[in-house]
């Protein structure tokens, strides 16, 4: 079900260049118009059409979401994993590093990371926003997702039968990766699908400060931060991007219970003796 | 059973957004009900203070205005921090030796009289360019605790400013050789130059005077605890400061103005969101909003029975588009000039595409005053300065004129043989910076512009950043101060009537030498520094002169881009009467002449 | 254990310097400062400049400024009044000897504000967990047990909206329904205050205070309820589904002693890693619900700091903020440890 939906939600993204409006092109005459049927979501405060605006935004938001949540778990999940399973030592030095990382007041860090980047010159990353922003949103996020898959882990290396596979003879490796990991995933995976709406939500909060995606370009996030102002006048600036976060983030959670119960080797079993 | 929760979710999603558009469409009938609501609630406002009072002894109703700010002052020394917000509190308790009026003028506080060449109080020595001023205080005022204010505490104050270890740095204290007690009442301010300010230099919005016998000069002037716990000779006392939250000010009843102030307690609340503070005077909660912005003053017409908006007849904060005139990130516009505007011609066109008209009544709700010269505010806005047109098509001409043309196609010009050093093919690209702490009307101007210069040829990329990296030291970084940057849009003006200390700071070749003024643009022009020198005398007349003559070679010239000037407006309750807001000063200069219907 | 404990206390020594090092040139690295352009003026005079620089003691090194915040200047002789020779000693004692230093903004200690303003936040951050507490266990945890029920679906469905819900915006609306629109019936006043924790020169009353918490803790407990109590319901059903819990019922003990007693204590245990990772907001708070309802608390003092640059009030709340992280980090791991005793400390 969730599938269908974020289907839609990208199908109508990707066709966004089908609109007739032009999203960076101002239009005086229009300005804040209540959605009607020449602008289906209305306009913004230059004119510009909302609806091409969004799914444009689409297309930098989901973008953004989803590399964030890449970017957390391929450095919460094996950093997790391997402070779960080898404790001692390894263990310390890691759960250090991400209390380290945890303390790290995000503001500043956020205001540091972003001058930066706009110092540096590199084409690369003027020209890939995305990956920047979703570079700095990861770098402070990753550490729920290593704090949980390292409990996970501490609890399911006790378990019989992961004991046994180490008798057998299994490498670490194999037993982290193939037979830990399927377990551990589950709340792994409803803390990832939360990812892509923190992330977009966080990402609004950066345009706040001047660093997200910047204007003209849409996003959700920048989108949203510019039409609080107007909540109660022209509703329609927040609902539009506000809606499309939600059905976003709702179908990605449907998904992501979804891929649970799948990763759940005990439901299947149940599934054929009771509901 | 994912189908039935699946499809509860959006079942409750349309219904959120059924309310949510229906409370749209009832929008129009919204205001007309609240204001027949808030009417009632306005007339027994009136009545509810009275009873949240503690321990009513006195037998009148005591009156009590509520102003909300959005920061906690700092202190009430507003010469340190100059945030405002310490500036509105310390209007309410300390005196300076004269004051600033909404016209610009001058009036006398504790002075009995301004001191003028006519009246003797200013007496110049042409030979030597020195100046001596002679304040002469009234004999009337006291300390709340009742010593009286004296000639005693001005050479304090100044002995405090002057600390080495513990003072700070005010306008024009360069000038000033030492302050010295005639008598009780009378001290003289030798000048070692012609210093025009001098009749704000121990007043002002951000000076006050500070009482010898209260204040610790062993902590110092930056941080003596009588900033927190002042001891007041103006129109209220501090009652308690509760930090972050409140203050609460009664009225002071030895005050030297007979009969004022006639509002009993201010109540100045901490509310950091401006649509709260918007709602609380909307309800009736709050009495005064400082510095209210454009689209807020838009809303509360809505309200107007119960909502005015004073807003300052003359105007300080004009907004403007700085250029680089070398290359970003260096500060020597003759070594390495800036590729594209270094060039006159370029800047010419920029102000030719740039339709101020609309960004005004468009962002600023009309609001802001369409301005093309420094020298637009009395008395010195007698020169005559053609108006500049938006004239797209024009900027075109003139940029082809130049030397800059699309040969690729791609709609963003190159130099083809352009003039400012910049080399073949280079395109027209740069960045356009502007501070974020403004708000959406700036950010929209900003996005209208460079859309607006893209339609001529340029490709502007966008950047906002915060005020403190704007404006930081050149050492540290600080974008202005180091000179990287290509364009900036913001807005900056000077308090008062004075415009000499400003146009030094920019327009100087001194003051491009970086953290030592404020020349970001790197302008350097022999004759405007000649001008400025000049300017530095008291004969009105011949500054009248000198600044229309730096007005045509400015607008030639145009280093800066004057467009229009911001706001400067607070929005108070219909029942508070005599705000009258004042772009030199805070809006509580006047808070002894406030009353309540 | 108790060698873990001690053994993890040691630890956190060298952490401390590690992090209050990386802090410490973070916040004096980044752009800007508290010497830029302020306030009113946007741009500060040399002289401003040349003076603010020797008062907040930025004209020393970097390396000497941390060790200056470190272990104070009391013992050293600093210059003091710009005439280029050391005269007069510091006056700071350092953070070790528990000075914090004094604030740019407010040139008073920075432990004052703190001590003020911590009192705010933690008043507030706690009833907002309790609340939080009281409501996301239960209801996460019938909503496992009673999975797919109309209860189930209707909780499920609501935690999705809650979550995606953006903060800032509950906020308003609640202002906006509580304050604006809904007037109480009786007096026409507001049914609820915009802000503040409780009504000025009015004597102290319960209700009053009461009535001034109502709208911030709605606003903080919404985003966190619906993340809790979906995240117990997920762990809970995780247990439920296990092998012991089927031979339980199957050896006929009563539902709510299996699921009440055994379940939810193992479905518990990750939620007390993440609640423990939460506890540090009880020193931070929430920025947004204090900017919205005008609450004088950490939020606030930090975002007014790091606005103002002001480096001893940033430095001091961003530590004692990584010593509460540390702190709850070991509470959490210890509490993981006692309350499964599969799980050993090597």
């Given amino acids: 079900m969730g599938c269908i939906v974020l289907g839609c939600i990208i199908l109508a993204v990707s066709l966004a260049g089908l609109s007739p409006y032009d999203p960076y092109k101002s239009d005086m005459s229009a300005r804040y118009q209540p959605p009607s049927l020449a602008h289906p979501m209305g306009t913004d405060a230059l004119g510009r059409d909302l609806m091409t605006r969004v799914l444009y935004g689409g297309r930098v938001s989901l973008a953004v979401g989803f590399s964030v949540m890449v970017i957390t778990l391929l450095i919460g999940v094996p950093v997790g994993a391997m402070a779960g399973y080898f404790g001692g030592r390894v263990d310390n030095v890691l759960m250090r590093i991400t209390d380290a990382a945890l303390a790290l007041p995000s503001l500043l860090v956020l205001i540091l990371l972003g001058a930066i980047l706009r110092e540096v010159d590199a084409p690369a990353l003027k020209q890939n926003p995305v990956l920047t922003i979703a570079f700095v949103i990861g770098i402070l996020a990753w550490m729920f997702t290593a ?40 709340p792994v995976i409803v803390e990832a699908t939360l990812e892509i709406a923190y992330a977009i939500l966080e990402e609004s909060g950066l345009s706040y400060l001047g660093f997200g995606i910047q204007p003209p370009t849409p996003s959700w996030g920048n989108l949203l931060s510019n039409a609080q102002e107007y909540l109660v006048k022209y509703p329609w600036l927040a609902i539009f991007p506000g809606l499309m976060i939600f059905l976003s983030v709702i179908s990605i959670n449907y998904i992501g219970d979804g891929l649970r119960d799948a990763f759940d080797p005990h439901k299947v079993l149940t599934k054929m003796g009771e509901v | 059973m994912y189908k039935k929760s699946m499809w509860f979710t959006i079942l409750t999603i349309l219904v959120l957004v059924g309310l949510l558009s229906s409370g749209c469409a009832k929008e129009t009938v919204a205001p007309t009900i609240e204001e027949s609501v808030t009417v009632p609630s306005e007339t027994e406002s009136a009545e509810i203070v009275p009873t949240e009072e503690t321990a009513p002894t006195e037998e009148t109703e005591k009156s009590q205005i509520v102003v909300v700010i959005a920061e906690d002052p700092p202190s009430f020394n507003a010469t340190v921090n100059a945030s405002g917000f310490d500036a509105l509190v310390m209007e309410l308790v300390m005196l300076g030796l004269a004051d600033l009026d909404e016209e610009g003028n001058a009036y006398p506080e504790l002075a009995e009289e301004l001191p003028t060449v006519e009246n003797g109080g200013v007496i110049i020595d042409e030979e030597n360019g020195t100046m001596d001023v002679t304040w002469k205080l009234r004999q009337d005022i006291q300390w709340s605790d009742g010593v009286p204010v004296t000639a005693e505490d001005v050479v304090f104050t100044y002995d405090a400013v002057v600390d080495p270890e513990y003072g700070f ?74 930090q972050n939250d409140h203050l609460t000010f009664e009225r002071n009843p030895n005050y030297y103005e007979a009969g004022k102030p006639a509002i009993d307690e201010i109540v100045v609340k901490i509310i950091p969101d401006e649509a709260v503070r918007k709602q609380m005077l909307i309800n009736g909660d709050a009495d005064l909003d400082m510095w209210t912005p454009e689209n807020v003053i838009v809303e509360l017409k809505d309200y107007s029975d119960v909502v005015e908006v004073s807003l300052s007849p003359v105007d300080r904060w004009v907004m403007r588009i700085f250029f680089n005139l070398a290359a970003k990130g260096t500060t020597d516009p003759e070594a390495t000039p800036h590729p594209i505007v270094s060039d006159v011609r370029v800047r010419r066109a920029i102000r030719m595409a740039i339709d101020s008209a609309t960004i005004s009544e468009e962002f600023f709700r009309g609001y802001a005053d369409l301005v093309w010269t420094e020298f637009f505010r009395p008395p010195y806005n007698v020169c005559d300065i053609p108006q500049p047109v938006y004239d797209p098509e024009a900027a075109a001409a003139l940029l082809e004129e130049a030397g800059w043309t699309d040969q690729d196609g791609d709609g963003v010009r190159e130099c083809h043989g352009c003039t400012t050093g910049a080399e073949e093919g280079y395109p027209m690209e740069m960045e356009f910076i502007t501070y974020s702490e403004y708000g959406e009307a700036l950010d929209l101007t900003q996005e209208f512009i460079a859309e607006k210069l893209g339609e001529i040829g340029f490709k502007l990329s966008i950047s906002r950043v915060e005020g403190t990296v704007l404006w930081d030291t050149s050492e540290n970084g600080g974008i202005e101060q180091s000179g990287n940057f290509d364009i900036d849009i913001w807005d900056d003006g000077y308090s008062g009537n004075d415009p000499t200390d400003f146009l030094w700071g920019y327009y100087y070749s001194e003051a491009a030498i970086p953290d030592y003024g404020y020349n970001y643009g790197r302008y350097i022009n022999p004759q405007v520094d000649e001008l400025i020198d000049q300017s530095y005398t008291l004969d009105d007349e011949l500054r009248k002169d000198i600044f229309c003559q730096m007005a045509k070679i400015l607008d030639e010239d145009l280093p800066e881009l004057l467009l229009f000037t911001t706001v400067d407006a607070n929005a108070h309750s219909t029942r508070l009467q005599g705000v009258r807001s004042n772009a030199n000063e805070i809006v509580t200069w006047n808070v002894a002449d406030w009353t309540l219907k | 254990m108790g060698h873990y404990v001690v053994r993890r206390l040691l630890q ?5 310097i590690i992090v209050s090092i990386v802090l410490f040139a973070l916040v004096n690295l980044a752009p800007g400062g508290p010497l830029a352009g302020r306030g009113q003026s946007k741009r500060m005079r040399p002289e401003q400049i040349a003076i603010l620089k020797r008062q907040f003691g930025l004209d020393q090194p970097l390396y000497k400024r941390y060790i200056f915040w470190l272990v104070g200047n009391d013992w050293t002789k600093i210059d003091t009044d710009g005439d280029g020779i050391k005269e007069s000693y510091g006056q700071g004692k350092g953070i070790l000897r528990g000075d914090f230093g004094m604030s740019y903004r407010t040139r008073k200690p920075v432990m004052d504000s703190i001590k003020n303003s911590f009192k705010n936040t933690a008043y507030l951050m706690s009833v907002t967990l309790v609340v939080v507490a009281i409501i996301a266990i239960p209801v996460g945890v019938i909503s496992a047990v009673k999975q797919y029920s109309i209860f189930d679906i209707i909780v499920t469905s609501l935690s999705f909206i809650g979550q995606a819900i953006p903060e800032f915006w509950l906020g308003l609306i609640l202002i906006l329904v509580f304050y604006v629109w809904l007037k109480n019936p009786l007096t026409g006043d507001s049914l609820l205050p915009p802000g503040g924790m409780y009504t000025q020169g009015a004597a102290f009353s319960i209700i009053d205070w009461t009535k001034h918490l109502i709208l911030p803790v709605t606003m903080g407990v919404v985003g966190w ?52 990772l939460d506890l540090p907001y009880i020193f931070s708070g929430s920025l947004y619900v204090e900017i919205l309802f005008s609450w004088p608390g950490m939020g606030r003092l930090y975002y007014q700091a790091a606005i103002d640059r002001d480096y001893p009030m940033l430095m001091a709340i961003l530590t004692i903020g990584t010593l509460a992280v540390v702190f709850a980090n070991l509470l959490a791991d210890i509490a993981y440890a006692k309350l499964d005793p599969r799980i050993h400390y090597d």
């Fill in chain 2, 169 to 242: 740095w005010i306008n024009g204290i360069d000038y000033v050789d030492g302050v010295e007690k005639i008598d009780d009442y009378t001290a003289v301010v030798h000048y070692n130059a012609i210093y025009p300010g001098y009749l704000t230099q121990f007043g002002g919005y951000l000076m006050a005077v500070w009482p010898a016998h209260y204040c610790d000069a062993e902590q110092g002037f930056t941080q003596w605890d009588c900033g927190f716990q002042p001891l007041s000779n103006g129109p209220y006392l501090l009652k308690e400061w509760v």
């Fill in chain 3, 225 to 276: 309820v619906t993340w809790y109590s979906r995240f117990l319901r997920s762990s809970m059903l995780d247990v439920i589904h296990q092998d012991y819990v089927r031979t339980a019922r199957a050896k006929g003990l009563s539902l709510n002693k299996v699921y009440y007693k055994h379940a939810l204590r193992n479905a518990l245990l990750p939620l007390v890693t993440i609640f423990a």
């Fill in chain 3, 12 to 16: 956190a020594i060298p952490l401390m």
């Fill in chain 1, 147 to 186: 704090r949980l898959v390292r409990a996970s882990y501490l609890t399911i290396r006790e378990m019989d039968f992961v004991v046994a596979t180490r008798a057998l003879g299994g490498s670490n490796f194999r037993i982290i990766a193939l037979h830990i990991f399927p377990n551990a995933i589950g």
